[in-house]
């Protein structure tokens, strides 16, 4: 009975914090999409600087900001998923200022394209409403549900915050000491 309450738990702290490192809000107020078939992410603005990442030609990018190089060419500091740094704006076509799109359909349809859940899509709709300029980004963690509840499940590995409440962790024995008080 307490292993299936313990698991019960456990299920909703691991689909609350994957609900919540799944979403970024973002104010900025400009999207585009890479025009180029790869393009490099780079750790400032200038190809001078260490790759990141790459993103590929019709991924959303989110521009965070503008600068310019010591050439005087132009660079947008990007996030796109997991990626974030500076590309080339010559490879950026803008495609909107502002929110994802001014009909409800659009912003139906940026949803969609973002690969949000339909579950998630309530909410956005919410936040929408109350907050037309912010800009959400789907973060793609590469992990499925049973995957991370497979993982969860095994003692002495917490995917649980450690400043989570207690009953959210495990007592069994190699998950917690209990002569110093922690869980491991």
């Not at 309450?5 to 689909?15: D, K, T």
């Not at 659009?106 to 929408?128: I, N, V, W």
Request: hydrophobic residues 35%.
């Amino acid at each position: 009975m307490i292993k299936k309450m313990i698991s019960y738990i456990l299920s909703f702290a691991i689909a609350a914090s994957m609900a919540a490192s799944c979403l970024t809000v973002s104010a900025a107020n400009m999207m585009g999409s890479c025009t180029a078939d790869v393009l490099n992410v780079r750790s400032g603005a200038g190809t001078g600087y260490s790759k990141t990442g790459t993103v590929s030609y019709g991924d959303s990018l989110t521009i965070l900001s503008e600068t310019t190089d010591s050439s005087g060419a132009k660079w947008y500091k990007i996030s796109c998923g997991s990626v974030t740094g500076y590309v080339s704006a010559a490879y950026v076509q803008l495609t909107s200022s502002g929110s994802q799109g001014s009909s409800d359909a659009d912003f139906e349809s940026y949803m969609t394209k973002q690969g949000f859940p339909e579950s998630y899509k309530p909410y956005l709709r919410t936040l929408h409403e109350q907050h037309p300029k912010w800009i959400f980004t789907a973060q793609k963690l590469g992990v499925d549900w049973n995957t991370a509840l497979k993982e969860e499940c095994v003692v002495g590995r917490n995917l649980v915050h450690s400043s989570a409440l207690a009953s959210w962790k495990s007592m069994e024995k190699g998950a917690y000491d209990f002569n110093g008080g922690y869980w491991y």
